[in-house]
C-alpha cells in the first residue's frame, strides 16, 4: 500500500484531474482482456514524457511498482497490476504529432489509437499495415510493447517491422531516444527493437517512430473451401512456393466453420472441411494476374469453392465469414481459453493433427483459426467453468498445445505476449541460460524492479 | 600478454592446427580495411559453438580479452586487437546447413561467404537481397554483427530485416538461441535483434537463421543524369511519392562523376551534375509500367539523360558506372577516409549543400556517392597523406560531416558501424543516458568485459 504522502506526490505531479483512487477508477484500471483482475493503489495520467520521468524517479525513491497501461485490451495481463502499485495510463499522450509523406514516417504519441493512426495516414495515401484485431480501441503505444500482429503479418510483418524510433522513459527515470527517422542506422545497440515486445517491463514508451508505405493501389479477396484440412494447409505452402506472397491468408477449421455457418447460415458447401481467405494487393493488373495463379496452383488440393470479390462490397462480404467466427464460438461452450501459437508454415497441418488428439485425450472442444500465411493459429479451447473440472483439463490441454508447438519449432506466443498468462510456460519454451541473459538485462535497466515487476519471467 | 599455459589451453581447445602465435599470422588477423594495425597474442579458428564456449569460459577465468572475426572486411576497426588478447575467427564454421524452400528459410553458419550463400540461394528461385560492397569477401556472421547494408535497402531492408535467429555463445560463454523460425514470436526480449549490430560485443554467432523472399521475376535498370543535384535529389522523393520503391536508387554527384569519366570515358552528358542509377525488379509488366512512370515523374525535374538498360547486358554497362567510382577515387587523392552518413531522404540535397561548404572550408575534395534512396551517402573525403596537417583537417572535417548529418535528423553510421573509428564521436550522436543503458546492458552480459573490450562506447 502507497504511503498518502507518496499519493500526495503523484496527485501533485499529474493533476489532481488526472490522479483516481475512487473504487470505480481502481476497478476499471484492473482488468483486461483476460479474466483477471487486481486493484492498484491509484491511477494516474500522465500528459508528457516529463511526468512520466517524475513518477518513475519518485517510483524508485519510494520503491513502489508502476504498471503501464494503454487501451488494456491484452489477452495476456501485462497492464494488469498484480501485487497493487500505481497504473499508469497512457492514453491522454494521444496525438499525432506529424506525418512525412517526402520520407513516409509519421512520428506519434503512444495513446493514439491503431485505426485513427490508420485512417489519418490513409487520407495522405500512405499505409501502416499492422492490424490486430483489436485495431478499434488499442492503442499504438500498446502495439509496440507487446508487438502486435494481425493478418498482414504475411506480408508486411509485425508492429516491431514498422518502429523506427522511440521516446522511451526507461525505469530509472530518465528519458531517452532510441533509432531515429533513417533506414539505417548502427550507431549502438539497438534498444528500439528491445523494446518492441518488452512488455512495459523495460521502459515506457511516449512517443514512436513509425516507418509507413505508400497505399497498395489496390486489392483482391478470395474466399477458397477445402475438402480436407490438410488441402488448405498446402495451398499456404504452395501459393508462396509459387512466388506469391499474399496480403492475408486466413484460416478457419471445420469446427470453426461449422460454428459460423450454424449460426449465420453461410451457405458453405457441404463437403467444406476448411477454409482459406486469402487477399492480395499491389498494381491492379498484377493483382489480377496473382489471383489467376492462385487459382491454378490450389486447384489441385481438393478446392470445393474458390469466389473472387469483384468489388468492395464482395470483399466485406468474404470477409463476413471470418469477423463472424468470434461471436460463433460462445455457441460451442460460454467460456474460452484463445491461444496464439505460432509454427513454421509448413507445419500447420501436423499441428492441427496433434491438437486433434489433444482434443480427443481431454475432451473439450478446440476450435482453430487464424493466420495460417505465418503459422499463427488461433487455438480456442472451449469451456464451461461452471462444471467442475473444465478449467483444470483446459489447462492441461493448454499446455499439451503449447508443447505441439514448440516440438515443431514454433513458439507459444506470436502476438499476445507472455504477461501473466503464459509466465508459467516459459520454461518450455526458453532455456535457463536464455532467461538469464533477460534477467540480466531488465536488471540493469531497472535495478529496483519497479516496471511491471514480476512479469515476463518467472519469479 | 596470455600467459603460456593459458595459450597451451586454447590450443588443446581448438586443437594445434588452428591455433597460431606466429608473427605472420598475427599480421594477417590484426588488420582490416580501416588502415588500423595491432597485434593479437594469438589467433584461434574454432570448428563450432561448443569450442567457441569453451574459449569464452577460459576467457572469463583469466581474464583475457577475445576479438570476434569474419573476413576481416570491416571499415570501421569492429574486429581489431587493440591491446591485444585472442583473435577468434569463424571461418572455419562455413556450411550452409540448410535452405527451406516451404517455408523461406535458411540457416547457416557465421563463416559463410555473403555472395556464396546468394548463389546457393538463388539455385533455388530464393532471394537473400542484403548485398554489401564486400559481398564477394566478407562473412554472414559478420554482416549481421555489423548490420551490414547495400543499395537494395530502399526496398528490401538491411542485413538485421532478414535474421529471424540466431545461435550465440554469450561472453559468459553460455550457448543460448534467440528467436526462431517464425515471422511472429513474442515470447521473452528480442535478443536476436539487439545481437545484430552490437559488432561483436555482446555475443559471438555461431549459427543464423535468415529469412528468405522468392527471386524477383525480373528487373529493370535506368541510368538517369541531372542537370543539378536538387534535380537528382528531389527525384528521389518524388518517385517514392509516386508509389514506386525502387530496388535501389544510387547517387553519385558530379565529383564522382567526373573521377569517372576522366579514367574511362563513359560519354555522359557535358551538362550532367548529378546521375541517379535506378532498378526496379517484379512483375515484369508492372516493372515496364513502372520505368514508364518513373520517366514522367523526373522529367521535370533537370533530366538531361534517361538510359533504360534492354536486357542484362546493358544493365551491367550502366551498373559499370557505379562500380568504376571506388578505382577511379585515387586520382583525386592517394587516401581516403569513407564515411556513411545518413539522412531522412529528403534531406539528401541539404546534407550535400551543407557537404560543399565544408569542403571549401578545410579546401579538400570530397567526393559523394551512394544510396541516396535511404539517405544514405558514403562520403569520401580525399586526402594525401604524406602532405603534412593533411590528415588532421580531414578528422575536422569528418567532424563537421557527422554533425551536419546529426542536424538534419541523421545518423553518423548507416552501414560501417562504430568500432575503433567512430568511437570518438559517438557523443555527438547518443546521450549519455543513451549510453548509460547500453553500457549497462554491456555490463550485464559481458561482467568481465571479455569481448572486443573498448569497443562500441566511450571507455
Given at each position: 500500500?502507497?504511503?498518502?504522502?507518496?499519493?500526495?506526490?503523484?496527485?501533485?505531479?499529474?493533476?489532481?484531474?488526472?490522479?483516481?483512487?475512487?473504487?470505480?477508477?481502481?476497478?476499471?484500471?484492473?482488468?483486461?482482456?483476460?479474466?483477471?483482475?487486481?486493484?492498484?493503489?491509484?491511477?494516474?495520467?500522465?500528459?508528457?514524457?516529463?511526468?512520466?520521468?517524475?513518477?518513475?524517479?519518485?517510483?524508485?525513491?519510494?520503491?513502489?511498482?508502476?504498471?503501464?497501461?494503454?487501451?488494456?485490451?491484452?489477452?495476456?495481463?501485462?497492464?494488469?497490476?498484480?501485487?497493487?502499485?500505481?497504473?499508469?495510463?497512457?492514453?491522454?499522450?494521444?496525438?499525432?504529432?506529424?506525418?512525412?509523406?517526402?520520407?513516409?514516417?509519421?512520428?506519434?504519441?503512444?495513446?493514439?489509437?491503431?485505426?485513427?493512426?490508420?485512417?489519418?495516414?490513409?487520407?495522405?495515401?500512405?499505409?501502416?499495415?499492422?492490424?490486430?484485431?483489436?485495431?478499434?480501441?488499442?492503442?499504438?503505444?500498446?502495439?509496440?510493447?507487446?508487438?502486435?500482429?494481425?493478418?498482414?503479418?504475411?506480408?508486411?510483418?509485425?508492429?516491431?517491422?514498422?518502429?523506427?524510433?522511440?521516446?522511451?522513459?526507461?525505469?530509472?527515470?530518465?528519458?531517452?531516444?532510441?533509432?531515429?527517422?533513417?533506414?539505417?542506422?548502427?550507431?549502438?545497440?539497438?534498444?528500439?527493437?528491445?523494446?518492441?515486445?518488452?512488455?512495459?517491463?523495460?521502459?515506457?514508451?511516449?512517443?514512436?517512430?513509425?516507418?509507413?508505405?505508400?497505399?497498395?493501389?489496390?486489392?483482391?479477396?478470395?474466399l477458397?473451401v477445402?475438402?480436407?484440412?490438410?488441402?488448405?494447409?498446402?495451398?499456404?505452402?504452395?501459393?508462396?512456393?509459387?512466388?506469391?506472397?499474399?496480403?492475408?491468408?486466413?484460416?478457419?477449421?471445420?469446427?470453426t466453420l461449422t460454428c459460423v455457418d450454424r449460426r449465420f447460415n453461410l451457405g458453405l458447401p457441404a463437403?467444406g472441411?476448411?477454409v482459406?481467405?486469402?487477399?492480395?494487393?499491389?498494381?491492379?493488373?498484377?493483382?489480377?494476374?496473382?489471383?489467376?495463379?492462385?487459382?491454378?496452383?490450389?486447384?489441385?488440393?481438393?478446392?470445393?469453392q474458390?469466389?473472387?470479390?469483384?468489388?468492395?462490397?464482395?470483399?466485406?462480404e468474404l470477409?463476413r465469414v471470418?469477423r463472424l467466427v468470434?461471436p460463433s464460438?460462445?455457441d460451442?461452450?460460454?467460456?474460452?481459453?484463445?491461444?496464439?501459437?505460432?509454427?513454421?508454415?509448413?507445419?500447420?497441418?501436423?499441428?492441427?493433427?496433434?491438437?486433434?488428439?489433444?482434443?480427443?485425450?481431454?475432451?473439450?472442444?478446440?476450435?482453430?483459426?487464424?493466420?495460417?500465411?505465418?503459422?499463427?493459429?488461433?487455438?480456442?479451447?472451449?469451456?464451461?467453468?461452471?462444471?467442475?473440472?473444465?478449467?483444470?483439463?483446459?489447462?492441461?490441454?493448454?499446455?499439451?498445445?503449447?508443447?505441439?508447438?514448440?516440438?515443431?519449432?514454433?513458439?507459444?506466443?506470436?502476438?499476445?505476449?507472455?504477461?501473466?498468462?503464459?509466465?508459467?510456460?516459459?520454461?518450455?519454451?526458453?532455456?535457463?541460460?536464455?532467461?538469464?541473459?533477460?534477467?540480466?538485462?531488465?536488471?540493469?535497466?531497472?535495478?529496483?524492479?519497479?516496471?511491471?515487476?514480476?512479469?515476463?519471467?518467472?519469479?
Amino acid at each position: 500500500m502507497l504511503k498518502p504522502q507518496v499519493m500526495e506526490q503523484l496527485k501533485k505531479i499529474v493533476g489532481a484531474e488526472n490522479f483516481a483512487t475512487g473504487a470505480q477508477e481502481l476497478i476499471c484500471y484492473g482488468y483486461d482482456a483476460t479474466q483477471m483482475e487486481f486493484l492498484p493503489d491509484c491511477v494516474v495520467h500522465p500528459a508528457d514524457a516529463n511526468e512520466v520521468s517524475q513518477i518513475l524517479k519518485l517510483a524508485n525513491v519510494e520503491k513502489f511498482p508502476v504498471f503501464p497501461r494503454g487501451a488494456g485490451s491484452g489477452f495476456t495481463g501485462g497492464a494488469l497490476p498484480k501485487g497493487g502499485g500505481v497504473v499508469l495510463v497512457t492514453t491522454r499522450m494521444n496525438k499525432i504529432l506529424r506525418i512525412d509523406t517526402d520520407n513516409l514516417v509519421a512520428e506519434v504519441e503512444p495513446g493514439v489509437v491503431t485505426e485513427q493512426f490508420q485512417i489519418e495516414v490513409e487520407k495522405l495515401g500512405l499505409f501502416y499495415p499492422p492490424d490486430p484485431a483489436s485495431l478499434k480501441f488499442s492503442t499504438l503505444g500498446g502495439n509496440v510493447a507487446e508487438c502486435a500482429g494481425g493478418p498482414r503479418a504475411v506480408k508486411y510483418g509485425v508492429t516491431k517491422d514498422f518502429v523506427m524510433g522511440l521516446e522511451v522513459v526507461v525505469p530509472t527515470g530518465e528519458i531517452i531516444r532510441t533509432g531515429g527517422e533513417t533506414v539505417k542506422g548502427v550507431v549502438g545497440y539497438d534498444l528500439t527493437k528491445l523494446l518492441c515486445g518488452s512488455e512495459g517491463t523495460l521502459g515506457i514508451i511516449t512517443k514512436i517512430i513509425f516507418k509507413l508505405l505508400p497505399y497498395p493501389a489496390a486489392k483482391k479477396t478470395m474466399l477458397t473451401v477445402f475438402d480436407s484440412i490438410d488441402g488448405a494447409a498446402q495451398a499456404v505452402s504452395t501459393i508462396i512456393k509459387g512466388k506469391i506472397i499474399p496480403t492475408t491468408l486466413e484460416f478457419m477449421d471445420h469446427a470453426t466453420l461449422t460454428c459460423v455457418d450454424r449460426r449465420f447460415n453461410l451457405g458453405l458447401p457441404a463437403e467444406g472441411r476448411a477454409v482459406l481467405l486469402i487477399e492480395v494487393d499491389g498494381d491492379p493488373d498484377l493483382i489480377e494476374k496473382q489471383a489467376g495463379a492462385i487459382h491454378d496452383l490450389i486447384q489441385p488440393l481438393g478446392l470445393v469453392q474458390f469466389r473472387v470479390a469483384k468489388n468492395a462490397a464482395e470483399s466485406e462480404e468474404l470477409w463476413r465469414v471470418r469477423r463472424l467466427v468470434s461471436p460463433s464460438l460462445r455457441d460451442v461452450n460460454p467460456d474460452k481459453f484463445n491461444e496464439d501459437i505460432v509454427v513454421p508454415r509448413s507445419k500447420v497441418p501436423d499441428v492441427i493433427r496433434k491438437i486433434e488428439v489433444i482434443q480427443q485425450r481431454y475432451d473439450i472442444p478446440i476450435v482453430n483459426f487464424g493466420h495460417a500465411g505465418d503459422g499463427n493459429i488461433h487455438v480456442n479451447i472451449m469451456i464451461d467453468k461452471s462444471q467442475a473440472g473444465q478449467e483444470e483439463k483446459a489447462h492441461q490441454a493448454i499446455k499439451e498445445v503449447f508443447q505441439a508447438a514448440l516440438d515443431l519449432g514454433g513458439t507459444m506466443s506470436g502476438e499476445h505476449g507472455v504477461g501473466l498468462a503464459k509466465q508459467p510456460y516459459i520454461p518450455l519454451e526458453l532455456s535457463a541460460e536464455q532467461i538469464g541473459v533477460m534477467q540480466g538485462i531488465k536488471r540493469a535497466l531497472d535495478p529496483n524492479n519497479i516496471l511491471n515487476p514480476g512479469k515476463m519471467f518467472p519469479a
